[in-house]
């Protein structure tokens, strides 16, 4: 059918039907424009139909059927600067210009007629504005291989569907942009709880990357922190397409591309082949497009957020600004867990330090302790041999917080492997409370234990289970008032006990540590096992730590394959116990 025969009232309606249906169809913006084209042509047996939007000052046709481009292939091959006029130029720009239908009886009479290789056949034209609103959005635009070939009701027709095409028009924008806005808090939400369940920055940096990918579909994302020494990058997390280049560097210059100059900028940058042709900012010869984007924390750039693909024109200034968005979050993590990781490796050192620094001349102060507890003149002496033994079980606490520095240290990283031997569980403790009736006796604490008959003996790392039971009864004759009472008993786990803290475990021998202090309030009993965890002492009015004594337990024995835990309340003392499994 030609447009010029489609004069009836009865084609005006299927036409306004056609589309209508098609509009209601769909609300995806691509989708809806390339409904509309192919209605209309097929509606009206219109050689080429296509649609321009105005978009920053630009008409850039999102869509078109007939001619000799049926398909949307070609106008992703052709690039969208390919399919863009300025406004004002050629025919569209015209109607825009003029806000009015522009008709053509024969282009080759118009000096502002905009040929093109794929349509050479054109021979008339019309062009309708779509406006909403009093705002123009763009222009339908009509070709004919023959001239004059648009009467007055063809005309009418297309005036009368740009109205309707312009209400659908802004109807799919608002919802696009709502997605758009759905899609940027989902994304928003998954970052946030990455950041949130993250355990370090490599974890962080290649979760953050992996779901980035996930969301953007590129070859390539990666994460760069600024080094402490602030004279190199180094790649923290990648997520990289498999066949898409060979690995990247772990370290990176800061003059390094796109990455660096966006570091040093402190703006998102972006990277396109074909403008960049002599792709000097390139990731690798694979890339055709790229994205960096600072990553900014309290005012000071801590990375680079680097997105890579290879399809050119990949990245527009919405990705921009919603990695922009995500870019915060993003940035206040990493801080956070740099931070972490260096307080972590100055703990390390410091613990080093400790270790190797205090712990000799530790040995030599004890030394010289026990041998002037041997000297006549100081046995004599009563006030003498007082502080020799307050002096003495000073030590003594020291130097098991050196040694559970060690250990601590050794368990975290995985270098102490277990030792294990057979023994009594019941004679470890009768050696502990042994060793620490000095320290009850100057704390005026009565400390006693009692082992249940007939208990097996377990198999586990004898000099760790030691350190363990002394931690335990050393902290609760520090923390029970003078007066009070510490009471250490051994039996076998019962099989409720199993069931609640142990339920994988058949057999087990428990220690339990009582004492009549002040009792730990429950929002703190999980604190205490932290290392240099913070409690309220009412006995020393303060806020006390309690060190790595309570920490290096819950590892010893977890390592164990058992299961450590305190049942407190406040004014009623508190009960640590702990169960060993006999199966391990």
């Not at 600004?321 to 260096?342: C, D, K, S, T, Y």
């Not at 270790?355 to 003498?384: F, G, I, S, W, Y």
């Not at 917080?401 to 569980?425: C, I, M, N, P, Y």
Request: hydrophobic share 45%; with cysteine; aromatic share 4%.
């Amino acid at each position: 059918m030609a447009a010029s025969q489609a004069s009836s009232p009865e084609s005006d309606f299927q036409l306004l039907q056609a589309v209508a249906q098609e509009i209601l169809r769909t609300q995806d913006l691509k989708d809806l424009l390339w409904a509309i084209v192919r209605a209309v042509s097929d509606q009206l047996g219109i050689y080429y139909v296509s649609i321009a939007l105005l978009e920053e000052g630009r008409l850039v046709f999102r869509s078109a059927h007939g001619g000799d481009i049926d398909n949307r292939g070609l106008f992703a091959a052709m690039g969208a600067e390919a399919m863009t006029l300025p406004v004002g130029e050629g025919l569209v720009g015209r109607a825009v210009k003029q806000l009015a239908t522009v008709r053509v009886d024969d282009v080759s009479l118009e000096s502002d007629y905009y040929s093109v290789d794929f349509l050479p056949d054109t021979r008339s034209e019309v062009v309708v504005p779509i406006v909403n609103r009093d705002q123009v959005l763009g222009v339908l635009d009509v070709q004919a291989t023959t001239e004059a070939a648009f009467d007055e009701r063809t005309v009418g027709q297309l005036e009368l569907l740009a109205p309707l095409i312009g209400v659908a028009l802004e109807n799919a924008r608002v919802i696009e942009r709502l997605e758009d806005q759905n899609r940027q808090l989902a994304l928003s939400a998954a970052v946030s709880r990455i950041a949130v369940g993250a355990t370090d920055v490599e974890d962080l940096a290649r979760r953050v990357s992996i779901r980035l990918r996930e969301e953007y579909g590129v070859q390539f994302v990666g994460v760069t922190v600024l080094d402490a020494a602030g004279v190199a990058l180094e790649l923290m997390g990648c997520a990289m397409e498999p066949g898409f280049d060979s690995a990247p560097p772990t370290t990176w210059s800061l003059d390094h591309r796109l990455v660096g100059r966006a570091l040093a900028s402190e703006c998102t940058l972006v990277f396109d082949a074909e403008v960049e042709p002599s792709r000097e900012g390139g990731f690798s010869d694979s890339s055709q497009s790229e994205i960096a984007v600072p990553l900014l924390s309290g005012g000071k750039v801590v990375g680079v957020l680097h997105l890579v693909s290879t399809e050119s024109g990949r990245f527009d200034p919405e990705d921009a600004q919603a990695l922009e968005a995500l870019a915060g979050p993003i940035a206040h993590a990493l801080a956070n867990a740099v931070a972490l990781m260096r307080i972590s490796d100055l703990r390390k050192d410091l613990s080093s330090m400790i270790v190797h620094d205090v712990r000799n001349p530790l040995m030599v102060v004890l030394t010289a302790l026990k041998v002037l507890d041997r000297v006549e003149a100081v046995q004599q002496d009563a006030r003498c041999q007082r502080y020799l033994r307050n002096a003495g079980v000073a030590g003594d606490e020291v130097l098991r917080l050196v040694g559970s520095l060690l250990d601590l240290q050794k368990l975290e990283s995985g270098e102490l492997s277990l030792q294990r031997t057979e023994f009594a569980l019941g004679d470890v403790v009768a050696r502990v409370v042994t060793n620490n009736r000095i320290l009850a006796e100057v704390e005026e604490v009565s400390l006693d234990y009692h082992t249940a008959p007939d208990l097996p003996a377990i198999r586990a790392d004898l000099d760790l289970v030691l350190r363990t039971v002394e931690n335990l009864v050393g902290n609760a004759v520090k923390f029970t008032p003078s007066g009070g009472a510490v009471q250490v008993s051994v039996r076998s786990a019962s099989r409720e006990e199993l069931e609640v803290h142990l339920a994988n475990v058949a057999r087990g021998v428990l220690v339990e540590v009582r004492d009549s202090g002040e009792g730990i309030p429950v929002e703190e009993q999980i604190r205490i096992f932290e290392k240099f965890g913070v409690v309220e002492s009412r006995k020393r009015r303060v806020k006390v730590s309690t060190g790595l004594g309570l920490a290096l337990c819950k590892l010893v024995v977890i390592t164990h394959g058992g299961v450590i835990w305190v049942d407190s309340q406040p004014g009623k003392g508190a009960r640590f116990m702990f169960i060993l499994p006999l199966d391990g």
